[in-house]
């Protein structure tokens, strides 16, 4: 059977590949594709948050991606209903793309399957779904799943696109992760903003409101820092900080402080990089507060930063961040990130001191 693609479908051998990311981290995304293995072929054309790819090397080197949610193993079947897949040809494709992604962890790892398709209570699918299931050794999920499949159609409507996710969890999901606040911060939104920071071993690093510590743990985990501070004035939030941190197995290379972003105990001009995922005055905070707290916080953060360093910041309040930093000369402003956060469109402020 002719494996089919769509009009973007990268040149080249391979498998074909589905890379879902948050929206507005395509750039970045793309070019961690490209450090991980040089042999990923990556697709033309792309739609907001998805990245297609061919790659012909171990599937186990994406398993490493730091900015992708999920990675899918995509392959076209040109019939017409979903019926035809049950046809021993079709069903012994999609048990071995099932088994591909199987053997790429432990034994255990998978333990339900979960079939994601318009429809997929219908006779047809919920047959496929036990077949499959019973052919792998799982059972059905009732929600989700360990191996989850996705079914749909493509584009030019003639046929059908059968995914696989590659892991049993999606790449977004820390393992790190014992404890979660409201409103934490996604983990490859974190790892992009420290990206962004251009990090180096040298730094003294600062994030302020750490929360439950993703900002300071992803970048702990890209490499050493001199100094490595996060810090927050509410204790839960410090503790939550603490078991995440001892779960990811960088405590001692952490500081934790009850320290205020608007009054820092640090002498002027003493950090390198500033990070922070401010209030967005929805789950946590409020607009009115917001109007004294961030003025207070870039006040105190220019103080604190170098000559030439960075800080990065998250806000939902974007006319307000853009309204203080265009009156605020000493930080140089580059161009906003607009990403999506399930719904939630705030962006990523890149700024470097003067």
């Given at each position: 059977?002719?494996?089919?693609g769509?009009?973007?479908r990268?040149?080249?051998?391979g498998?074909?590949?589905?890379i879902v990311?948050?929206?507005?981290?395509e750039?970045?995304a793309?070019?961690?594709?490209r450090q991980i293995?040089?042999?990923?072929?990556?697709?033309?054309?792309e739609r907001?948050?998805?990245?297609?790819a061919s790659y012909a090397?171990d599937l186990r080197?994406?398993?490493r991606?730091?900015l992708a949610?999920?990675?899918?193993?995509?392959?076209?079947?040109?019939?017409?209903?979903?019926?035809?897949?049950?046809?021993?040809e079709h069903?012994?494709l999609a048990?071995?793309?099932?088994?591909t992604?199987l053997?790429?962890?432990?034994q255990?790892a998978?333990?339900?399957?979960?079939?994601?398709?318009a429809?997929?209570?219908s006779?047809?699918?919920r047959r496929?779904?036990?077949e499959l299931?019973?052919?792998?050794g799982?059972?059905?999920g009732?929600?989700?799943?360990d191996?989850?499949?996705?079914l749909?159609?493509?584009?030019a409507?003639?046929?059908?696109e059968?995914?696989?996710?590659?892991?049993?969890?999606p790449?977004a999901t820390?393992?790190w992760r014992v404890?979660?606040?409201?409103g934490?911060?996604?983990g490859p939104v974190?790892y992009a903003?420290n990206?962004?920071?251009?990090p180096?071993?040298g730094?003294?690093?600062?994030n302020?409101?750490?929360?439950?510590?993703?900002l300071?743990?992803?970048?702990?985990?890209m490499?050493p820092?001199?100094r490595a501070?996060?810090?927050?004035t509410?204790p839960q939030?410090?503790?939550c900080?603490?078991a995440?941190l001892?779960?990811?197995?960088?405590s001692e290379?952490a500081?934790?402080q009850?320290?205020?972003a608007r009054s820092?105990?640090?002498?002027?001009?003493?950090v390198?990089?500033?990070?922070?995922d401010l209030p967005f005055?929805?789950?946590?905070g409020?607009h009115?507060?917001?109007?004294e707290?961030?003025p207070a916080?870039?006040?105190?953060a220019?103080?604190v930063?170098?000559p030439g360093?960075?800080?990065?910041?998250?806000?939902?309040e974007?006319?307000l961040l853009?309204?203080l930093l265009?009156g605020?000369?000493v930080?140089?402003?580059?161009?906003p990130?607009?990403?999506d956060?399930?719904?939630l469109?705030?962006?990523?402020f890149?700024?470097?001191r003067e």
């Open positions: 059977m002719k494996d089919k769509y009009a973007s990268p040149d080249g051998p498998r074909r590949l589905e990311v948050a929206e507005g981290l750039p970045l793309r070019r961690e594709l293995d040089r042999a990923i072929r990556l697709a033309g054309d907001p948050g998805v990245i297609g090397g080197a994406l398993l991606l730091r949610a999920s990675v899918y193993l995509v392959r076209h079947f040109a019939v017409p209903r979903p019926r035809a897949l049950l046809g021993d069903l012994r048990l071995a793309d099932c088994q992604v053997r790429l962890h432990p255990g998978f333990r339900t399957l979960f079939l994601s398709a429809g997929a209570d006779a047809v699918l496929l779904k036990t299931a019973h052919r792998l799982l059972t059905v009732v929600d989700d799943g191996l989850l499949l996705r749909r159609r493509d584009e409507q003639t046929g059908w059968w995914l696989v996710r590659i892991s049993p969890r790449l820390r393992p404890c979660n606040l409201e934490a911060l996604n974190a903003m990206l962004l920071t251009a180096a071993a730094d003294v690093y600062l302020i409101g750490c929360g439950s510590g993703t300071l743990i992803e970048r702990l985990l490499g820092a001199k501070i996060g810090c927050d509410d939030a410090l503790a900080t603490r995440n001892e779960a990811a197995g960088v290379r500081e934790v009850p320290w205020d820092l105990p640090l002498p002027a001009a003493a390198d990089v500033i990070t922070g005055g929805h789950l946590v409020s009115a507060h917001n109007l707290l961030y916080l870039l006040a105190e220019a103080r930063a170098r360093a960075r800080c990065v910041l998250l806000s939902h974007v006319r853009e309204r265009s605020a000369p930080w140089r402003v580059e161009p990130i607009r990403v956060l399930g719904g469109y705030p962006r990523i890149v700024l470097r």
